[in-house]
């Protein structure tokens, strides 16, 4: 059974600063893995996906990488902005089905 | 593009009675849709898959008859928690899957349950 896990559970920093949110998952037979934000009470926001093969995603201030072989995925946020702070999900899918992380709540404080 | 709705984005009901949600792809055909539930500071968790034309397929502890899914066309997929009770009051989130597309998700805003 898939399981994901994120680490730090909570971040805070000020404005400004770089930062990495980590993802692990435990089966490496995955076809695709994303980075979504998610905004108290609302829906998801796709950030980023990373395909299987591929190693690395970029999108503005985002960056996310993947080492499927190691189960890691790691979000980097440059020059983080307080309307960055949001809860943020990684999950995997496997065949047919998405498996959520625990998520990161972060918070940039002016 | 691939925009997903939900109706109603929030309800409250009284225990015992059902209540549906509606789930939608506006501008795409969604022949497999997801239903998730998510409880407060916790992470979303799969409930069910819906394909289209065919009964849903439930996760392992969730009860088909209490949270009745039909998928009666490529753009709409139903929830309805039946006979609800406060412990069913979460925040519930569907995805499409655009039909032919790549294994990528694409997710509605959210249905806040609230059961009194």
């Known amino acids: 059974k898939q399981e994901v896990t994120q680490i730090p559970a909570a971040l805070s920093v000020p404005e400004g600063e770089n930062l990495v949110l980590n993802c692990s998952f435990t089966?490496?037979?995955?076809?695709?893995l994303q980075w979504f934000r998610q905004d108290p009470g609302k829906g998801l926001t796709s950030l980023l996906l990373?395909?299987?093969?591929?190693r690395e995603q970029t999108s503005g201030r985002l960056n996310a990488s993947l080492d499927k072989s190691s189960g890691r995925s790691t979000l980097y946020i440059a020059a983080s902005q307080p309307g960055d702070s949001a809860t943020y999900l990684c999950a995997v899918s496997g065949f047919q089905k998405l498996v959520f992380g625990t998520g990161t709540r972060l918070l940039v404080s002016p | 593009g691939a925009v997903v709705s939900q109706h109603p984005s929030w309800v409250i009901c009284k225990s015992g009675t059902s209540v549906k949600i509606e789930c939608r792809s506006l501008?795409?055909?969604?022949?497999?849709m997801f239903w998730y539930r998510q409880f407060p500071k916790q992470s979303l968790m799969l409930m069910a898959t819906?394909?289209?034309?065919?009964?849903?397929?439930?996760e392992q502890g969730v009860e088909k008859d209490k949270f009745l899914i039909n998928h009666a066309s490529l753009t709409l997929s139903t929830l309805t928690v039946t006979s609800a009770h406060p412990e069913d009051s979460s925040f519930y989130i569907c995805s499409a899957r655009l039909t032919g597309g790549s294994d990528e998700q694409y997710f509605g805003p959210g249905t806040r349950l609230t059961v009194t």
């Open positions: 819906s394909n289209e034309g065919s009964k849903a397929t439930y």
């Open positions: 501008d795409f055909q969604a022949t497999t």
């Open positions: 990373i395909q299987s093969s591929q």
């Open positions: 089966d490496s037979a995955i076809y695709n």
